[in-house]
């Protein structure tokens, strides 16, 4: 995946972070930060596999968060005592 500056950005502001945030994170000075999202610099090969990761993190996180308050809808509807992921996917998203 190529991180251009947008898609830097897209993913800091997906986690709900400042630049210092997503720099302390990726251990780089938080200059670098916004001179990648002007697209003043490009992405190391260690930077994008960083990137790369932390966009894993967030879809796993954004799951989490999705099918956690759904599950309470399941509780409510169904009379069970435990929800999987999948079962919460089979009926909010293959619908």
Known sequence: MIWDGDKIRELRLRMGWSQSDLARRLRIDSLKIGQLEMGLEETSEDLTQA???????????????????????IFEDEDVLQVDTSSIHRKFLDQ
């Not at 993190?57 to 956690?68: H, P």
């Open 51 to 73: 990137l790369e990761l932390l966009d894993r993190q967030a879809d796993v996180t954004a799951d989490a968060v999705f099918c956690g308050a759904l599950s309470e809808i």
